[in-house]
């Protein structure tokens, strides 16, 4: 059977030409669920915003920056936002925040975004930099807090984010900090996301790399349709031209009526 041919059956045959059609988009979307629910991927970004540093001026005079009494030599804010946008929630999953050995963490804060929770301890690390009362924190224990934070985030549902800042310095020079977070949980990942000024907001709480998965799909979808059944080139090239323009909008309520229809079957 030749093309001519081809397109000749499916014309006749609308009916099975469309259930060829689903059945397509089924197992594209069937394959895709299978590769990416091997190794879940949170995208993070780190930033550093300088708060102040010591300086001595002759004429101007000096400023000196304090933390705990102790002069420092400057102050940075550094925050890492980790962003679950994949479609799947993860739970009790394992963070470790590390420096190398010219940036030191002090204060911290820690928060899963637009909730009043706050991302806790890993319990082991917990024991590790415990200090019983009337104690002081010995050497080890102020090395491995000052470069070195372990967390257990309880759950990180689909489009939430955790939040973690310091206050941090390099005690012997004026670069920037070197601060870095990587995980072992099984079946889960870390990405840094280098740009995260430019980053798109979720299209009615859809995150963007999943709308655009379903936008390709039902884009593959629209040019077997249009060059199936549209006899005119012009509006079949209009119909891609304006899907092409907009596929993440439609791509955000494929996904939301697929979570729909999954939540309507499983209760």
């Known amino acids: 059977m030749n093309s001519g041919e081809a397109m000749s059956f499916f014309e006749q045959h609308q009916f099975l030409a469309a259930i060829i059609l689903l059945l397509i988009g089924a197992v594209i979307t069937l394959i895709f669920n299978k590769l990416s629910s091997k190794t879940g991927v949170l995208r993070y970004f780190i930033t550093h915003s300088k708060v102040g540093m010591s300086a001595d001026d002759e004429i101007f005079g000096s400023v000196r920056l304090t933390w705990q009494g102790h002069n420092v030599r400057n102050l940075y804010l550094s925050q890492i936002e980790i962003e679950n946008g994949t479609t799947s929630d993860y739970e009790n999953f394992h963070l470790k925040v590390f420096t190398n ?5 002090l204060n911290q804060r820690t928060e899963i975004v637009d909730t009043p929770y706050v991302v806790p301890w890993d319990s082991d690390y917990e024991k590790r930099i415990h200090v019983p009362d009337g104690k002081e924190a010995s050497p080890e224990q102020l090395k491995e807090y000052n470069h070195n934070r372990e967390y257990r985030i309880p759950v990180l549902n689909r489009g939430q984010k955790a939040r973690l800042s310091y206050l941090s310095s390099n005690p012997n020079d004026d670069n920037f900090p070197v601060v870095c977070i990587s995980t072992l ?7 840094e996301k280098l740009q995260p000024h430019l980053v798109l907001s979720p299209i009615f709480g859809v995150p963007i790399p999943v709308a655009i998965i379903r936008a390709l799909i039902l884009a593959v979808l629209v040019v077997l349709v249009c060059g199936l059944w549209l006899e005119n080139i012009w509006v079949a090239s209009s119909i891609c031209m304006i899907f092409g323009l907009s596929g993440q909008v439609f ?17």
């Not at 050995?101 to 963490?105: A, F, N, R, Y």
């Not at 955000?252 to 939540?263: C, G, P, Q």
Request: charged share 30%; proline share 0%.
């Open 185 to 191: 949980s099984k079946g889960l990942k870390l990405k």
């Open 251 to 267: 791509g955000a309520v494929a996904y939301k009526v697929e979570r729909f229809i999954v939540e309507l079957v499983t209760g």
């Open 101 to 105: 050995q010219e940036t030191v963490l």
